[in-house]
Nanobody
């Protein structure tokens, strides 16, 4: 059974940083594509960043240069380091694992506000 548990969200001021974690079980973060998505109120869920099994990364244009996706194979965990946060980054952030199907975590709220 695949389970993804996100953590690390919270309230941060503009310009601040947060690191999100996605602890995976039932799926290997090193052998499968993993991604971070976000959904703001009234908007569709969108890709933030993803990483392939080979380690290639891809970022949404809006976060390129500010966010970094990485993984710790030993901990079977994927991270999203978010720097220079902006109010428009406010959303629920979800972790996704792509294996034979897509699996989602429950999400973690990120609020960027002064």
């Amino acid at each position: 059974q695949v389970q993804l548990v996100e953590s690390g969200g919270g309230l941060v001021q503009p310009g601040g940083s947060l690191r999100l974690s996605c602890a995976a079980s039932g799926v290997s973060v090193s052998l499968n594509a993993m991604g971070w998505y976000r959904q703001a109120p009234g908007k569709q869920r969108e890709l933030v960043a993803d990483i392939t099994s080979g380690g290639s990364t891809n970022y949404a244009h809006s976060v390129k240069g500010r966010f970094t996706i990485s993984r710790d194979n030993a901990k079977n965990t994927v991270y999203l380091q978010m720097n220079s946060l902006k109010p428009e980054d406010t959303a629920v952030y979800y972790c996704k694992a792509s294996r034979t199907g897509n699996y989602w975590g429950q999400g973690t709220q990120v609020t960027v506000s002064s």
